[in-house]
């Protein structure tokens, strides 16, 4: 990260008590995830602080069953989860899969006050903005004014994904053949439990079923293009097992939001520590957003954007095969991942990267 005393760490959230160390849950707490025990077929599962697993196929053929009937399915859960008095798996033993199988995915972008306007400061990109003489800190407050006038008078921001990129919260991560910057964006989800339409921010906690992480990796350097108009192509961020999806989703009602705090590390170094409270717009604020111009569908996944913290502020430590990717995020558990190099059977690509100049 750059030296500057501008870009110092804001205090992080206060943590909970009674963290689980098996499983990151707090005690009282539950999640609700998908697993897979060897060449069993995959089931939905409660898993309580401790790392018991009970099934919960008797009832729901998978979590997407789950999320439609939400409002019966967690009051069940949570009894089961009370009383555990049914055949239990061992977390540590289950191969755990995508919370959901096939979620329609909106991720937010440009939705932390201190990202953004870092990526605004020292990205190519905003640098014709600078002013003449414009020293580094001078410009970083006047982004972060500008940021803030977004939060009061625009309105947020999220591109659409697709589930064929999303992968367990253990599995490994193949890095593509196209792309040299390949980055992590380790972010706070929402899974929603019901539909509206023209719904206002202050209804729209009634949309949230249950939180849950996801690592939203892309190739940053491959983002933009000169050979369209448009100039931005979002696809990369869609390349095989870049959404480390899970482990579980836990109801909303056992997560405090003034004490969820993002943490990633790299090979051991911690890369991003980062509260949720320094969010532009509320997942409320998004989800309202989305009703006005989208279907919002029980099972849908917001990401709600990337703390600072990428690679660009670490040297450019991009990450490359043989890289451990640890993350937790306060009450949703944890990752561990693996970067791969992609095994392509000895194929090569027809187009290649974007062309990002003429």
Known sequence: MPDHDFLKQIPAAPQPEGVDPATGLVSGSFGIGTFRTGADAAFPGIVVPGGAVFSMSDRYRDTHAVF??????????????????????????LEILPVLSHPNILGAGSNYRQHVAEMMTFNKFNQHARKEGEGDEAFFHRNLAEIDRRGREGMPFFWTGLHSALCGANDDVPLPLIGKHPDWELEFGV????????????EAD???????????????????????????????????????????????????RSKVQIRL??????????PISDMIFQPEQILSYATERIRL??????????????????GNAWLKPG????????????????????????????????????
């Open 68 to 93: 439609d009937d939400w409002g019966r399915a967690v009051d069940w859960a949570n009894e089961v989860a009370h009383r555990q008095d049914r055949q239990a798996f061992t977390y540590d033993a």
């Open 265 to 274: 590390s790299v090979n051991g170094a911690v890369r991003q520590d980062w």
């Open 191 to 202: 899974i929603v439990g019901k539909t509206g339409r023209y719904i206002r921010p202050d």
């Open 297 to 314: 569908l029980p099972g849908d996944l917001l990401i709600t954007g990337s703390p600072p913290g990428n690679a660009a502020m670490h």
């Open 323 to 358: 890289d451990i990717v640890e993350s937790e995020i306060t009450y949703l558990g944890r990752q561990r991942n693996q970067v791969v190099a992609e095994d392509a059977g000895g194929r090569a690509p027809t187009y290649g990267p974007f062309i990002t100049e003429w």
């Open 206 to 256: 009634d949309l949230i079923a249950a939180y849950v992480m996801v690592n939203d990796l892309g190739t940053v350097d491959e983002f933009r293009r000169v050979d369209v108009r448009f100039q931005y192509d979002w696809v990369s961020k869609n390349q095989p097992n870049f959404k480390p999806f899970g482990p579980f989703a836990v109801p909303k009602q056992f997560v405090d």
